[in-house]
């Protein structure tokens, strides 16, 4: 019995690693799987990011007019972030989104402007 307790602990132990491991590892990877991930993770917290539209990096992959754009995003401390997300039909060249993420999984998107994007992420944002 003492054996199977210590197979078993160990068996947790391995799982509770790898869980962690996978956290950290998936946290910016903006694979399909990536964002599965994150979207449910427990470690990860919702947070605030912001892009600027660049259409030259728009692909409307499904034929339907969704394009996906794969951009640089930045938190509110201007750290960038890779994020990939679906938008509905081809928005704004220029123009400025505030993402509500979870990793980089993409929970909603809106306009923002520059009165309300912290001022050392919209210096990085026009670089």
């Not at 947070?47 to 030259?56: L, S």
């Not at 394009?67 to 060249?93: A, C, R, V």
């Amino acid at each position: 019995m003492r054996s199977f307790l210590r197979v078993f602990l160990l068996g947790i132990f391995l799982l509770v690693i790898g869980y962690l491991g996978a956290c950290v590892g998936l946290k910016d990877n903006t694979s399909a799987a990536g964002q599965a991930f994150n979207q449910f993770n427990i470690l990860v917290k919702e947070e605030p990011r912001y892009v600027k539209i660049d259409n030259a990096k728009a692909v409307d992959e499904d034929g339907y007019g969704n394009y996906n754009y794969t951009l640089p995003s930045y938190d509110q401390k201007g750290q960038e972030h890779p994020i990939k997300f679906t938008g509905m039909g081809k928005l704004k060249q220029g123009h400025y989104l505030k993402l509500t993420t979870k990793g980089t999984y993409v929970i909603t998107y809106q306009e923002a402007f520059e009165q309300n994007i912290p001022h050392n992420v919209y210096e990085k944002l026009n670089k």
